[in-house]
Nanobody, 119 residues
Framework: QVQLVESGGGLVQAGGSLRLSCAAS????????MAWFRQAPGKEREFVAS????????YYADSVKGRFTISRDNGKNTMYLQMNSVTPEDTAVYYC????????????WGQGTQVTVSS
């Protein structure tokens, strides 16, 4: 069974940086797309960024483009989200997710990690 475990969340001041990690296990992820989503209080969950595990092709939401960087370490089976120049609007629970390249829905989710940005 696929397991995704996020870490690295916490409290950071506006303008600061934070790096989230997602440790993946349970299978080989060569044919998977990995992604970060987030959900702020009172709002729906939204896409943040994604990366194809094998080729490393990345996509970003407009709201984070130029500030966040998604990456993965195949040897460690870990995905990262480097968050720079954070603002209070980035405050949310951040979730790691995975899906097969050939499917459209993300079938596997982590438990989430809280990121709080103070002004």
């Amino acid at each position: 069974q696929v397991q995704l475990v996020e870490s690295g969340g916490g409290l950071v001041q506006a303008g600061g940086s934070l790096r989230l990690s997602c440790a993946a296990s349970g299978r080989t992820f060569t044919n998977y797309v990995m992604a970060w989503f987030r959900q702020a209080p009172g709002k729906e969950r939204e896409f943040v960024a994604s990366i194809t595990w094998s080729a490393g092709i990345t996509y970003y939401a407009d709201s984070v483009k130029g500030r966040f960087t998604i990456s993965r370490d195949n040897g460690k089976n870990t995905m990262y989200l480097q968050m720079n120049s954070v603002t209070p609007e980035d405050t949310a629970v951040y979730y790691c997710a995975a899906r097969l390249v050939v499917t459209r829905s993300f079938d596997f989710w982590g438990q989430g990690t809280q990121v709080t940005v103070s002004s």
